[in-house]
């Protein structure tokens, strides 16, 4: 097996297909089958969009600027990981933390521009029928209208952006367990009580907070089963997800958001 | 990686658990949770033959009043159907064979002390189990378990008010076949890793037994395909409790619109099928090789075509993948389109052939031993190509169109996918029974088992194919009242009768396996005289596999009767063995 043949250990395995150790192996594979799995997502998009006559272009420049931030977000944490992983090379536990910390925090940063987005939209009216209504607010005429006569537009828009908001969510848990371990618990759990008891009933990121909750349990139990010191192999492969995810946006940013923007 | 240290490579060979609760609940060895996958598959595949059983009272006595359940109401009927099915697909014959036995053996069999990820495998098998409580809890719930079949096609799956138990039994069984998928990701994952990365010294790929062929190609298919039924499943639920309209177009329910318009049904077909022609082979892959393995041991003759059979699973993994419109002839789809499905679909002839072949080429000229494993195994062939010959009638729109709706089908999927496949799995519990549990079991029970299983299930499934040929629709509940079908059902009867006689042969498998478990004799470290890694190992294995040391591999995993040497089989580790010219 490879890990020992990176340290010339004479090993009592076949060397490995690919020369390189199983945790990078398996992240490679999960990555394969995630591809599928927004690959479905975006076919369900593309088959919408082209079955449907009059796909409406209502993104306004406010939207398209909030979404190209959000991308400089996430480009930002690319890079971030990039010297996170640099420093865990080079065994360097400070600077490799402070660097994971600074992707978290870019990577916060994207859920949070994503959420309030959500949220104007809802609240002027691109919705989906069962989100419950925003009381007191002024809706545009145009959202509403969208919602009405292009349901799928609002569908895949919500499904599209929510799963990949959901993979920056559990990125930021990944990346925090490897970061912080054990410390990063209580921290994931004020950040669902700020995240609950922070949003108003009516928002969709009230009960999907829970996730961060959920989540504190699954990290609680696999730290209890293995707890182990991470190293940097675990900072590279994590790093894998990180991109992965940011190039999932790469496909959802212009399919989503650029081929739907007003002046189209 | 510099700092990964050896230790990390270590905690494989974690150390033996002390306590019930690690050892055999929470427990990191591949072998208990092999062990625990294989019992969930247990319980699982007799809830869903009782289901079965319950369906073909139905379709012979309408209404009769059955004991507690009392009268079965065409809804529940199909409530059945749909949950007959979808525990067997996935419960059964995706969790025994790779969960259950690739857990256990595919370590083992490549001389490594674990999976590559111990604890994702813990979490694979109780996610799967979560799954099958959460499909289970849809038959207490307000309305029963759905009726949307195990296809769960929209929009009958995707509107709350499309029946009863469409609404939260409906939710239930989406939820639970996305935890099921999870779960299946991470087994996937882990296999693949384990094949790539732990193998022995001197185990190249082309001395993997083809077991290990199996498990590895199989976890493929399901790391591809179980990641879009994912997809699927959020979407459906998204247009059952949030109102998108993925899957729904413009309709009315009893006068009611809808409230959806603009989806499209056919989308959850493309993705559902997607997924589910390749689940077929999920279920059929390992079974074949534990076939070509037992033809092999039991025939004490090299596997025919080793190379050939290794190409032609791989070459049935890729093709699984270009086929699943041949579901779909029936949606209306292009000429051309379903020519081109059609064409795929029986280029799979093909490397099934080459199996086929290949197994008989192995039988002919062998030294059989009609032991238990080895009828089981013979019995998979049988099943396999008289469930496999109909494929290629239903791979033509033609005569699909007129045959898909009918008996035909379920005479045809039974067969191939189920029976082969459950044949599979009890030759494969036949054979490593005494490796898991250090105990042989009854021979003569396993012999009354298989001789009612194989009369049992061609009885049942034979009349199927003529059911449907002379258009019995499949499906549809009280069918005894239609007057053109009423010379049909003498069959029906027939069927129903052989049902009950095959269940009831099941329980000498269940007696047997219990009663050996505690009171079979003894069993040998090599009770089969085979040549792969399991067998050179003590029975039970210890935890680490090999009691603190790796083998080393010299030889490829069928060589039986090789001239020259010492007794009829070479082990695999074994020193090796010299050419003969």
Known sequence: MADSALQNIPSVYEPSLFGTYSKKIGMWLFLLSDTLTFGALLYAYSYGRISTGGWPTPFHSESIINATIMTAFLLTSSLTMVLAVRASVHRDAKMQTLWLLATMLCGT?????????????????????????????????????????????????????????????????????????????????????????????????????????????????????????????????????WHFVDLVWMFIFPLVYLMSAKIL | MATHDFAAQ??????????????????????????????????????????????????????????ILGEIKPETYLTLVTMHGTIMVFFVLTTAPQGGFGNYFLPIQIGAPDMAFPVLNMLSFWTTLLGFIVMIAAFFVAGGAPLHGWTGYAPLSALQSAGPGEGLGADLWIISIAIFCIGALMGALNFITTTLDMRAKGMTMMRMPLTVWAWFVTAILGLLAFGVLLSAGILLLMDRNLGTSFFVPLGTINGQLTGHKGGSPLLWQHLFWFFGHPEVYIAILPAMGMCSQLLSVFSRKPIFGYKAMVYAILAIGFLGFMVWGHHMFMSGMSPYTAFAFSVM??????????????????????????????????????????????????????????????????????????????????????????????????????????????????????????????????????????????????????????????????????????????????????????????WITTTPPPHDNFGGHTPVVHNGPYEYSVPGAPRDYVMQNDPEIKPAH
């Open chain 1, 109 to 241: 940063g994207f859920i949070v521009l994503h959420g309030r987005e959500w949220s104007n939209l809802i609240a002027e009216g691109l919705s989906l029928p069962m989100f419950p209504k925003v009381p007191h607010h002024q809706v545009a005429a145009e959202f509403v209208n969208v919602s009405k006569t292009v349901p799928q537009f609002a569908a895949t828009f919500f499904g599209l952006t929510g799963m990949h908001m959901l993979h920056v969510t559990l990125g930021v848990i990944y990346l925090g367990v490897v970061a912080l371990r054990r410390k990063f618990i209580p921290i994931l759990l004020v950040l669902w009580l700020v995240a609950w008891l922070g949003t108003p009933a009516y928002s969709p990121f009230h009960y999907g907070a829970h996730i961060l909750l959920i989540a504190a349990i699954v990290c609680g139990i696999i730290l209890w089963l293995k707890p182990k010191v991470y190293d940097s192999s675990d900072v590279e492969v994590a790093g894998l997800y």
């Open chain 2, 10 to 67: 270590a905690s494989h060979a974690h150390e033996a658990p002390q306590g019930f609760i690690r050892k055999w609940v929470f427990s990191l060895d591949h072998k208990v949770i092999g062990l625990q996958y294989y019992f969930l598959a247990l319980a699982a595949v007799f809830v869903g033959m009782f289901l079965s059983l319950l369906m073909r009272i139905h379709l012979i006595w309408p209404g009769a009043a059955l004991p």
């Open chain 2, 345 to 534: 679909t029986m280029a799979i002839g093909v490397p099934s052939a080459i199996k086929t072949f290949n197994w008989l080429g192995t039988l002919m000229r062998g030294k059989i031993r009609f032991s238990s494993p080895m009828l089981f195994a013979i019995g998979f062939v049988s099943l396999f190509v008289s469930g496999g010959i109909s494929g290629p009638f239903l791979a033509q729109p033609v005569l699909d169109i007129p045959l898909h709706d009918t008996y035909f089908v379920p005479g045809h999927f039974h067969l191939i996918m189920g029976v082969a496949s459950i044949f599979g799995i009890f030759a494969a519990t036949y054979y490593w029974f005494p490796k898991m549990f250090g105990r042989m079991m009854n021979e003569s029970m396993a012999r009354w088992h298989f001789w009612f299983s194989l009369i049992g299930t061609y009885a049942i499934f034979m009349p199927m194919h003529y059911l449907g040929m002379a258009g019995m629709p499949r499906r549809y509940s009280q069918m005894t009242e239609v007057a053109y079908l009423h010379d049909l059902i003498p069959l029906q009867k027939f069927i129903t009768y052989a049902a009950f006689i095959t269940i009831a042969g099941q329980l000498i498998f269940l007696v047997n396996l219990f009663w050996s478990m505690f009171k079979g004799p003894k069993a040998s470290d090599n009770p089969w005289e085979a040549t792969t890694l399991e």
